[in-house]
């Protein structure tokens, strides 16, 4: 059974900082990508963040870019988002997603569109105070 859990979510003043985590289990193989997603009541999920399985390829959404790192941490089953220079714009529910089908090899970089992952974690709540 695979299993994507996020942690670190919480309040934070405009202009501060979160590290979200994410743990994988029961992977039968690496992901080819993962990625995190935040999404608001009424909208869709929005890609925030992605990487390759070797972290050495990323993908930021314009309104995140040069605020916060997606990276994977050494040899572990972990998907970090640090989140800097937090905005009132930015609470929502965050989640983690990771393609296990294959669905994102062949692209170029790895994908902000949630269509091309197929696990989902349960997501953690980020809240900005103004």
């Known amino acids: 059974l695979v299993q994507l859990v996020e942690s670190g979510g919480g309040s934070v003043q405009a202009g501060g900082s979160l590290r979200l985590s994410c743990e994988g289990s029961?992977?039968?193989?690496?992901?080819?990508?993962m990625a995190w997603f935040r999404q608001v009541p009424g909208k869709g999920r929005e890609g925030i963040a992605a990487?390759?399985?070797?972290?050495?390829?990323?993908n930021y959404a314009e309104p995140v870019k040069g605020r916060f790192t997606i990276a994977k941490e050494n040899n572990k089953n972990i998907l970090v988002l640090e989140m800097n220079s937090l905005k009132p714009e930015d609470p929502a529910m965050y989640y983690c997603?990771?393609?296990?089908?294959?669905?994102?090899?062949?692209?170029?970089?790895?994908?902000?569109?949630?269509?091309?992952?197929?696990?989902w974690g349960q997501g953690t709540q980020v809240t900005v105070s103004s």
């Open positions: 990487t390759v399985a070797n972290g050495r390829r990323t």
């Open positions: 029961g992977y039968t193989a690496n992901p080819y990508s």
């Open positions: 997603a990771a393609d296990l089908s294959g669905s994102s090899f062949y692209l170029e970089d790895p994908p902000l569109q949630s269509d091309f992952y197929n696990y």
